[in-house]
């Protein structure tokens, strides 16, 4: 247990190149949000109450708009944790209901088959109102996921996540 603490305490010491990822062009995890203003066209700092927030306590802080993916326009978000990128998240602009929205999962996963080769996992999930699709990848120290989901008839939620990954 010593030893797995003093790794991680390792880690925290080493400079962010060492930890860093390259997660969506040239933005790379461990950025800050100066660094990510400077190497990204059209980005534009949002102000705190603007942004969104994840489950793991990142804040959304810069944010560009109409970047062009499978012939569709997304919002480019980029999430902070200390100041740090630690995660991209492209938001399709122009939602649709579920079942409508299979054929861009599909054309985003050949994309992405593409540029990372076979997906890690892919599932399909329904219980009750609420239906996901999510397919995934590991390249290098990202993790990219494509994730759709719906509640009932109404528009869906489609995301590609890009994160930093730095497990086995």
């Known amino acids: 247990m010593k030893k797995l603490i003093a790794g991680i305490l390792v880690l925290f010491l080493l400079p962010n190149p060492a930890l860093s990822a390259e997660l969506w062009g040239p933005a790379s995890a461990g950025m800050t949000i100066k660094e990510v203003m400077r190497v990204i066209d059209d980005a534009y700092r949002l102000d705190e109450e603007e942004g969104g927030r994840l489950a793991t306590r990142a ?7 109409d970047v062009e993916l499978a012939d ?7 999430f902070f944790v200390n100041g740090q990128l630690s ?29 990372y080769g076979q997906e890690v996992d892919s599932e399909m999930i329904q219980a ?25 008839e109404d528009d869906s939620l489609l995301n590609v996540n890009y994160q930093a990954y730095f497990g086995g």
């Open 128 to 152: 009750g109102a609420m239906r996901q699709a999510k397919v995934g990848w590991i390249d290098g120290n990202r993790k990219i996921r494509i994730f759709l989901m719906s509640m009932g």
């Open 72 to 78: 569709e326009t997304f919002t480019q978000r980029f």
């Open 87 to 115: 995660q991209v998240t492209l938001k399709l602009n122009n939602t649709r209901d579920f079942d409508s929205m299979l054929p861009l999962v599909d054309s985003l996963t050949e994309i992405m088959r593409d540029r």
């Open 59 to 65: 804040v959304e802080a810069v944010r560009r708009d």
